[in-house]
């Protein structure tokens, strides 16, 4: 299972820490084209994706889609602002292919606190070094050239470069489609 490699970057998981990670994982699985979030509702979840991919974006004034990120096969996912503040989420989350979840609740996410060692410690450790990493690599994309930013976006992104529209990841790296016509020949 991809989510205890993941979670074991971060801590050591006991065989009994799994045995209970899997009374807890809730596996579901969404077509292309299903939202798991929407703008405007309130969320109450951390998800995991075992298999699949998907992107968060939000709509502007003129109701163009702006994507604000991709999650791959074996990354966490969530609206942190709407899942800790329990307001209104301010983005969409919706499945690019099939995939493969495992969903966790806040309910079920205390639990897992209160019953593995430091629970709380490795989501604060993916937290800071997955929010490191992205703004890393925003902060390289913006001093690149557009073909750059595309090759870099690739070296990031493998899943979203394979599975995902061209507007999706121009809408990302904040050009055109066109662009990464251009680039993709």
Not at 144 to 167: G, I, Q, R, T
Request: with cysteine; aromatic share 14%.
């Amino acid at each position: 299972m991809k989510i205890f490699s993941e979670i074991e970057k971060y801590i050591k998981l006991s065989d009994r820490d799994r045995i209970v990670l899997i009374q807890h994982l809730q596996l579901k699985k969404i077509k292309k084209g299903e939202l798991l979030c929407q703008q405007g509702q309130s969320n109450d979840f951390i998800g995991f994706v075992e298999n699949g991919l998907l992107r968060s974006y939000a709509s502007d004034k003129n109701g163009n889609d702006i994507t604000h990120h991709f999650f791959e096969e074996g990354s966490f996912f969530l609206d942190l602002f709407s899942y800790n503040q329990t307001e209104k989420s301010s983005v969409n989350i919706e499945a690019l292919t099939d995939c493969e979840l495992y969903m966790f609740d806040s309910k079920i996410f205390k639990e897992l606190e209160s019953q593995i060692d430091e629970w709380s410690c490795m989501a604060l450790r993916y937290y800071q070094s997955k929010s490191a990493c992205l703004l890393n690599f925003h902060s390289q994309i913006k001093n690149y050239n557009s073909e750059d930013a595309y090759h870099l976006f690739s070296k990031y992104y493998k899943l979203a470069v394979k599975e995902s529209p061209k507007k999706h990841i121009a809408s990302f790296l904040g050009m055109s489609k066109y662009t990464i016509s251009r680039i993709r020949l």
